[in-house]
């Protein structure tokens, strides 16, 4: 295992940061936060809308309750 990695030399190991790096570095940051904003606007719409169906679903069991209370179920025995 040792002689399969023994052809690297660490001390020659260099990354320069040339304009191409830097403007890709850029460019993937970039798309990081507009995917960031993105979500958080998705997850705020989300909640809006889960309000929205709740407030729906609450207005239609109160209609009717009201509908039921005005035709009360008579028991025939």
């Known amino acids: ?5 023994s052809y690297v030399k660490y001390s020659e190991a260099s ?3 040339t304009g191409q790096y830097t403007a890709l570095l850029l ?11 993105g979500y ?4 705020i719409n989300d909640e809006i809308k ?6 729906r679903i609450n207005k ?9 209370s005005l035709y009360p179920n ?3 025995f």
């Open 40 to 43: 958080r606007q998705n997850k």
């Open 27 to 37: 460019l993937t940051t970039i798309i990081w936060i507009l995917l960031w904003i």
């Open 1 to 5: 295992m040792i002689t399969l990695f």
């Open 60 to 68: 239609k069991t109160d209609r009717r309750r009201k509908l039921e």
């Open 15 to 17: 990354f320069p940061m």
């Open 74 to 76: 008579r028991k025939i």
């Open 50 to 55: 889960k309000k929205e169906k709740q407030e």
